[in-house]
Every structure is written in C-alpha cells, then in structure tokens.
C-alpha cells in the first residue's frame, strides 16, 4: 500500500496562486496514477485532476482548465498541482489519492475508483 501526506495549502487572495505536493511513501509511486480531489463544506467531493503513472496523459475539470496544472516526478515520489488565478468558489480541502488501475481514463474522475487517500490540505481563497 501507500501513505499520502498534502502540503501546501493556506490562505490566500483572489487571483492568487498556491502549489499544492503530495508526498508518497510505501509501494513504489510510479505503479499508481494520482488524482486530486476538493471538497467544499457541505458539497461531495469532487474531481479537480488526475495524470498517469508516468505522467502522459491528464485529465481536469472544467472549471479549472487553464488555470491548474498537474504533474509528478516519480523520483521524488511526489505530485503537485500548481493552482493559478484562485477564485473563491476554489476554497476547499484538497486530497490527493492513488489509484492502481481503472478499466478507461474517464472514470479516473470517479472518487470511488481510487485506492489510497490522504488526509487533505485547506485552501482557502478570499475575495
């Protein structure tokens, strides 16, 4: 199995930018594609982005096409997700989760598809 740690949320102004990391320890990181997650108070959690194992392919939500960007490097078992132009409505616990096969890539946005999760990091984004 794998642990998962996030890092690097906090509180910041609209417009602004914040990267996120998630740390991996255990099994080898490269056999996993990894995800992020957010959920709001009171809302499901909901799919932000995900990138394959090594990195190829990735896969966001509208709402944060052009403005977030996922990526990993398999040698420090690490994933980011570099966040840009922050808005309010972007205000949420972030989880990052491992996922060790899914039977097509778009159901890697599916939360019940993935293995492994962190305990998740606040952002928060003031207007």
């Known amino acids: 199995q794998v642990q998962l740690v996030e890092s690097g949320g906090g509180l910041v102004q609209a417009g602004g930018s914040l990267r996120l990391s998630c740390a991996a320890s255990?099994?080898?990181?490269?056999?996993?594609?990894m995800g992020w997650f957010r959920q709001a108070p009171g809302k499901e959690r909901e799919f932000v982005a995900v990138?394959?194992?090594?990195?190829?392919?990735?896969n966001y939500v509208d709402s944060v096409k052009g403005r977030f960007a996922i990526s990993r490097d398999n040698a420090k078992n690490t994933m980011y997700l570099q966040m840009n132009s922050l808005k309010p409505e972007d205000t949420a616990v972030y989880y990052c989760?491992?996922?060790?096969?899914?039977?097509?890539?778009?159901?890697?946005?599916?939360?019940?598809?993935?293995?492994?999760w962190g305990q998740g990091t606040q952002v928060t984004v003031s207007s």
């Open positions: 989760a491992a996922q060790m096969s899914v039977t097509r890539w778009s159901a890697a946005t599916l939360p019940n598809t993935y293995d492994y």
């Open positions: 255990g099994r080898t990181f490269s056999v996993y594609n």
């Open positions: 990138i394959s194992r090594s990195g190829g392919s990735t």
